[in-house]
């Protein structure tokens, strides 16, 4: 099998992880040796409900049996579709009511690009330093990572960069400027939460310019730093939210939710202003639908912050330099690359699932599923410390 994944399937890097997976369990993933890795990843925050929930099983086998796919977006009215956009503007504020469904969260940007241009008639983004927003074209135009970049320009003219949490970077913003899209949280960069107020400062800002404000939730939201997103952790509303991962439960979805002045845009002058074939897609929906109703409707956020303090009080180590981020939205700095290559690779061979940042190379990411237990915890932090005891310093 191995031989056929790297020779018929695509890679992303040279050197794959490889694991080749039977079946998943709650926080547990199986390889096809039937070995048990316990997993401090969730798909790269991807599951917080942990692997074949049975509530989220349910909810995609009930859907199967009704219809799969039917319509282009937004044409028929499905009821999966529906109740998940009602549910989501139930818990968001006032001003962020309509929600247009696509198949990623990359392509959730470029809908909140597009909108804000078309919304302001101007065409100057700004975007941060260290940025991660995803790989298609719009998306990686706001990615502030040259490296990563420069092998597929020219990309979208009129980008500029601001450091995150620099308050006088602000300036550049302007009446010039359709919209500023920021990460609530960086991810890639380290974890990097914003400082002194600096989302509130952004905000004020953008309204004194008339520039939208994007905030890119697709890491940080669906309950992982203990509120539902991340922008509630400080005060600051953004005119789109964009959010991907976490919500499908494990199907792959993208939103990008606004007022529905703002959304109604995207309607007419063009008609037709974002359209998508498999957005909002039944089965995902609906998948997506009973995550968003478990988490909402359970102590599993609250207990996100609880988790949080359990992992900070294991984790003590002369290897860890410190532990960023929030909730279950963590990570582990060492002192260098070799240390953060050896922890996960040894960590993985131990059975325990971490995983690398995309910008920051002393980080390792803990973004467990919501669900993991505290004993699960001990177990995993337990094999980090063995690890790391074992690690040349």
């Given amino acids: 099998m191995k031989s056929d994944f790297l020779t018929y399937q695509a890679q992303t890097t040279p050197h794959p992880l490889s694991l080749e997976v039977s079946h998943a369990k709650g926080s547990y993933i199986y390889d096809t040796n039937h070995k048990a890795y316990l997993d401090f990843v969730a798909g790269v925050s991807a599951t917080p409900l942990g692997h074949n929930h049975p509530k989220v099983i349910n909810a995609i086998k009930e859907q199967l ?45 470029e809908g909140a690009l597009k909108l804000a241009k078309r919304a302001t008639g101007r065409s100057e983004m700004i975007a941060a330093n260290s940025a991660y927003h995803g790989n298609t074209m719009g998306s990686m135009s706001v990615m502030g990572f040259e490296e990563r970049k420069q092998a597929f320009r020219p990309l979208l003219p009129d ?74 952790n400080y005060n600051c509303i953004p005119d789109i939210l964009v959010t991907g991962k976490g919500l499908g439960g494990g199907m792959p979805i993208g939103a990008f939710t606004a007022s529905n002045t703002l959304m109604h845009l995207l309607q007419d002058n063009p008609k037709l202003g974002h359209i998508t074939t498999f957005g909002g897609h039944p089965v995902i929906a609906a998948s997506a639908l009973a995550t968003l109703k478990e988490i909402t409707e359970s102590d599993l956020m609250a207990q996100a912050l609880e988790k949080e303090q359990l992992f900070r009080k294991l984790l003590v180590h002369p290897l860890i330099k ?10 582990i700095i060492t002192p260098s690359e070799e240390v953060t290559n050896s922890l996960i690779l040894t960590c993985q061979r131990r059975g325990l699932i971490l995983f690398w940042l995309l910008f920051e190379p002393t980080a390792v990411r803990i973004t467990p599923p919501l669900t993991i237990s505290n004993d699960e915890i001990m177990e995993g932090c337990s094999i980090i410390i063995e690890v790391l005891n074992k690690i040349k310093k």
Avoid: W
């Fill in 65 to 109: 049996d009704k219809y799969l796919h039917v319509m282009v977006y937004g044409e028929y009215i499905q009821k999966p579709a529906v109740e998940l956009a009602k549910l989501l503007a139930q818990n968001l504020p006032a001003t962020l009511e309509s929600t247009y469904l696509v198949n990623s969260g990359t392509e959730a940007i």
């Fill in 159 to 232: 980008v500029r960069f601001i450091t995150f949490n620099n308050g006088e970077d602000l300036n550049h913003i302007t009446t010039k400027t359709a919209g500023v899209i920021l990460e609530t949280i960086q991810g890639g960069a380290g974890f990097i939460q914003p400082e002194n107020g600096y989302l509130e400062k952004v905000r004020k800002r953008c309204d004194a310019v008339g520039a939208l404000l994007i905030l890119d939730e697709i890491q940080p939201g669906i309950g992982r730093t203990g509120k539902l997103f991340g922008f509630e």
């Fill in 322 to 331: 410190e532990i960023r981020g929030i909730g279950l939205m963590l990570a």
